[in-house]
């Protein structure tokens, strides 16, 4: 079990767009599994690559929250949305690279996601829910994008500042 140090915002490598998997090697089969183990860790129900400063394409989720439900892991290769429905849903989201800050987020309630699988096959799938809302987030992820930059600048800046202080903090204390 290896648990990754998550970066926190604000953070060049959580800003830039990531590189897709050419080939799923067993340093990825590897990148997977310690993504796997940091997101039950934290805990989340989403991890993205650049969260581990690593600018590549993948995420992993498990949006299974009910006590003792079988967890239902999923890692997610050079994901894209083929479809998005016109309905859209609210959710208050937060995220592992800007802890203890929560923010309503509108975003389609329903996508098709197509993505290549651990075993290297394609796979489509569509989401609904916290899963489809955590799928957008964390592909948001992987295009340099934080659910902060869905709000408006005011917002934006409080918790960037929040969270300038916190790392300042953390620093200090080692
Ligand atoms: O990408 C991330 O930072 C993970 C993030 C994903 C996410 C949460 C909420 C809405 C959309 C996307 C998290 O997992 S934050 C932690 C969290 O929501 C949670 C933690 C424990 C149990 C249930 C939820
Ligand atoms: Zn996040």
């Avoid at 183990?37 to 995420?59: E, H, I, K, W």
């Avoid at 651990?118 to 948001?140: K, N, P, S, V």
């Amino acid at each position: 079990m290896t648990i990754r140090p998550i970066l926190i915002h604000p953070d060049p490598r959580l800003k830039k767009p990531c590189a897709p998997v050419e080939a799923v090697t067993p340093e990825i089969r590897a990148l997977a599994d310690d993504m796997l183990d940091t997101m039950y860790d934290a805990p989340g129900v989403g991890l993205a690559a650049p969260q581990v400063g690593v600018s590549v394409r993948m995420f992993v989720m498990d949006c299974v929250k009910e006590d003792g439900a079988e967890p239902r892991p999923m890692v997610l290769i050079n994901p894209e949305i083929t479809w998005a429905s016109d309905e859209v849903s609210t959710y208050e989201e937060g995220c592992l690279s800007i802890p203890e800050q929560y923010a309503d987020v509108t975003r389609p309630e329903r996508v098709r996601m197509r993505w290549t699988g651990l075993d290297g096959t394609a796979q489509e799938a569509e989401f609904d829910g916290l899963w489809a809302t955590c799928a957008q987030h964390e592909l948001d992820h992987l295009d340099g994008r934080l659910f902060i930059d869905h709000l408006g600048p005011i917002k934006r800046q409080m918790i960037t500042r929040r969270m300038v202080k916190l790392k300042r903090e953390r620093a200090r204390e080692g």
